[in-house]
């Protein structure tokens, strides 16, 4: 069968339940299509075709004794590159972890491998998930597959170019501030942050642990409720995970109760936005319009601060988790040290890139005596008025459409020297993970350069069933994230 690679997963399993494929031939139609693209698109950090290959023929074993692991079983999934897998590398993009191993499972894999997916990538992005283009990973760029000469976003640039390549039928990435929605969109494909706690962190290496989530890219919103399903749950290793029990999301996706009141908050339409992306979300509101949905405007007035609140809480957050590699019990030692505190300097100088270094200064110096309130505090309380302008439209509304990044993919190279214009790529993105709410970008056409451009959903906390049913309506008409870039 030509392009299996194409596929979605919801078809694909359905072509695996009936026996017209196996689980060998999807991975195959995969490993072909990787070995002839991703000379271009440089979505992979590692892959290994012949351990696939042997986790493709145990799912056909195991389904012919009548014993399948249900929807994803045999689905070829990729993670990015800063999600435990035991016995595989864990670089997060960076030099400084360019040896380490992953002596264990992070909860999302275990969870994925009980379902009989197969792992078989660990995914490109910018060094430990600072970046929105991937060009901070300390290996290499990944291309956007619509047009190589662009950025995929970022920071999971390598999970959305493979997926948009036909690389992979699914895969994982992270979320501090949009780095799951923004290369989603970027690449014309679904990417869905949940709220925050639903899915453990236990396995994911931290940026900024209370703003972190791990999520999936697809090319459908049904199959990110096929992905989300194995993935969420509460963990007693995270601290922060969710307690409540997890709906059915494939099987809610078609029968919520319609017509939604839908919300429009009128500071992500203003100026900056460019007016090719406000044209393709008008066409989705009126997709919705035509539904029956009532739409209404809202305001979040506090939104013009979510950059700055960000920019003081996730670097403060990564100062101090990235302290743990220092050289000694994690990440590249240096050679040049003569003394216990050189060694810390030497490793660390050494082993960190650019952009990481300057968050790490950026938030040591938030965190310092004497800043604390001015920066830290005070960020932390305007990040409650920002959670409560949203719970409040949310007394109005069932859910939120936003544009995801006020610009289609721009050119490798373009924003790396201007650390503020990259910044401002997640400036509609952000306020979701600050006030921990699920959102998720939904492919919504191209622009006049045949980039494709995403629409962003939000949604109220730990209620991505209704959500994703949202997400849903419009994809299963539209399916822009089925349409493939020629490479
Ligand atoms: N681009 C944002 C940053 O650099 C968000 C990254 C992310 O979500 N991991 O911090």
Not at 66 to 81: F, N, R
Not at 152 to 157: D, E, I, K
Not at 191 to 214: E, T
Not at 330 to 340: E, G, I, L, T, V
């Amino acid at each position: 069968m030509p392009e299996l690679y194409y596929k979605s997963a919801a078809d694909l399993s359905r072509l695996l339940a009936s026996g017209e494929i196996s689980a060998r031939e999807l991975i195959q139609s995969v490993i072909d299509r990787t070995q002839n693209v991703e000379e271009k698109v440089h979505a992979f950090l590692r892959f290994d075709p012949e351990a696939a290959l042997a986790k493709a023929a145990q799912c056909d074993e195991r389904r012919s004794a009548g014993k399948s692991l249900g929807p994803l079983d045999g689905i070829p999934v990729a993670l990015k590159d800063l999600i435990c897998e035991s016995g595989q590398g864990l670089t997060c993009g960076s030099r400084i972890l360019e040896k380490y191993v992953s002596p264990y499972d992070a909860t999302c894999v275990a969870k994925l491998k009980e379902n009989g997916t197969i792992l078989w990538g660990r995914m490109n992005m910018d060094e430990f998930a600072m970046g929105s283009s991937t060009e901070n990973s300390g290996y290499q760029n990944t291309a956007n597959p619509w047009d190589v000469s662009r950025i995929p976003g970022g920071s999971s640039g390598g999970s959305a170019a493979a997926v948009a390549a036909g690389e992979t039928i699914a895969a994982l990435g992270s979320d501090t501030g949009g780095s799951i929605r923004q290369p989603a969109s970027l690449c014309g494909v679904v990417g869905l942050k949940p709220s925050y706690g639903l899915v453990s962190r236990y396995g994911l290496a931290a940026f900024a642990s209370s703003l972190d989530q791990i999520g999936p890219i697809t090319r459908t919103v049904e199959d990110s409720a096929l992905l989300l399903q194995a993935i969420a749950g509460y963990d007693t290793l995270d601290s922060t995970s969710y307690q409540a029990d997890i709906p059915d999301y494939t099987a809610s996706l078609n029968s919520a109760p319609k017509p939604w009141k839908l919300g429009l908050p009128k500071e992500y339409f203003e100026e900056g936005l460019d007016p090719q992306i406000r044209q393709l979300v008008e066409k989705v509101i009126d997709f919705y319009k035509s539904e029956g949905c009532q739409i209404i405007e809202v305001s979040l007035p506090h939104t013009n601060l979510a950059l700055p609140v960000y920019y003081v809480l996730a670097p403060a957050e990564a100062s101090s988790n990235l302290a743990r590699y220092d050289g000694v019990r994690y990440s590249h030692r240096s050679k040049q040290a003569n003394d216990h505190v050189g060694l810390y300097f030497k490793s660390r100088g050494e082993g960190f890139g650019p952009e990481v270094k300057r968050r790490i200064i950026l938030g040591t110096y938030v965190l310092s005596s004497g800043y604390y309130d001015a920066y830290y505090l005070r960020a932390q309380k305007v990040r409650t008025l920002i959670r409560n302008d949203f719970l409040e439209a949310f007394k109005q509304v069932d859910a939120l459409i936003t544009p995801v990044s006020p610009t289609a993919a721009f050119k490798i190279g373009e924003r790396s020297g201007d650390p503020l214009s990259m910044y401002l790529s997640d400036i509609y993105t952000l306020s979701v993970n600050l006030a921990g709410l699920p959102g998720i970008s939904v492919p919504c056409g191209f622009n006049s350069d045949k980039m494709p451009v995403g629409v962003q959903l939000i949604g109220q906390p730990y209620r991505e069933a209704e959500l994703l049913s949202i997400a849903h309506l419009y994809d299963s008409v539209h399916r822009f994230g089925m349409e493939h870039p020629v490479l």
